[in-house]
């Protein structure tokens, strides 16, 4: 069965490789098992090796920055655009972060044309809470002029190509397109209330953090396969997201599904691998580098 894992179409038979297709089709989770029996999954990894990554920051020149992240064959875009407005009355001196996925027809047919689906809205609000917990952008940073103008960040992400953790990838997409954001220099003119920015003179955003997020699947309580397709998404029982900043510092760890079988032990393992994976991508990554495990 590992034979067809990788490339196998052009080396198996026509008709052995449409049989492999149809039982996929038919019957995933037998599927998937028969590869887990060997310590392998279907797209030729190991049950621990990570897919490439692979990032291009400015590639959008209408937004203010931009990052392209490639992994494996999942592809997120990301602009950010800034507007000015005013401050909540309750703080007067922090300007706003508002990230926002979409998951649109044309990455995979497991989406559908119209409004945005659960899963998009899900992992924007996750993406949100793990910005704001690492504090990348420090939202007093983006203050104008207290209690008058600040910085609204819209943080916007497409989904052009889905291969599951579309997480992991929307976070590193996210991070590279705000380090990469340069603001035009504000100043806020008291006699009139009105702002003006510089044509001239452009200002990088202060970064606290850098953090990325690694996945984890749990499959039969036993398995724990890394950085998950498509295919072996819906077969998960349950999801581990787990954000670790430059420093190897966690940042949070985010559970989706059913309990962890194994506990505490199986939550420490995958938070040292995701320290291991983080410092393997090191800051590298965020220059538009190519990582790999």
Known sequence: MAAIASSSATTLPEGDTLKASTFQRLHPKAYFERFLAENLRPDGRDLDEWRAVSLNVGSISTADGSALVRLGDTTVVCGVKAEIAEPELDSPEDGFLVPNLDLPAICSPKFKPGPPTE?????????????????????????????????????????????????????????????????PKATFDEETGRTTCSRKTR???????????????????????????????????????????????????????????????????????????????????????????
Not at 169 to 179: G, H, Q, Y
Not at 210 to 230: C, E, K, N, R, Y
Not at 231 to 256: H, I, K, R
Request: proline share 3%.
């Open 119 to 183: 899963e998009a809205q899900v992992l924007s609000d996750r993406l949100n809470d793990v910005l704001v917990a690492a504090g990348v952008v420090p939202l007093s940073s983006l203050c104008i002029e207290r209690g008058r103008a600040v910085w609204v960040l819209y943080v916007d992400a497409t989904c052009i190509n889905y291969d599951g953790n579309a997480f992991d990838a929307t976070l590193l997409a996210m991070v590279a397109a705000l380090k990469n954001t340069r603001l």
């Open 203 to 293: 200002l990088p955003l202060q970064i606290s953090r850098l953090p990325a997020s690694m996945s984890f699947g749990i499959f039969d309580g036993t398995h724990i396969v890394v950085d998950p397709t498509s295919f072996e998404e819906p077969l998960l029982e349950t999801t581990l997201s787990v954000a670790v900043d430059e420093n190897g510092g966690l940042v949070s760890v985010t559970q989706l599904g059913l309990g962890i079988a194994g506990g505490q032990d199986v939550l420490m393992r995958c938070i040292a691998s995701a320290k291991d994976r983080r410092k393997t991508l090191g800051d590298s990554i965020w220059t538009g580098s190519v990582a790999k495990t």
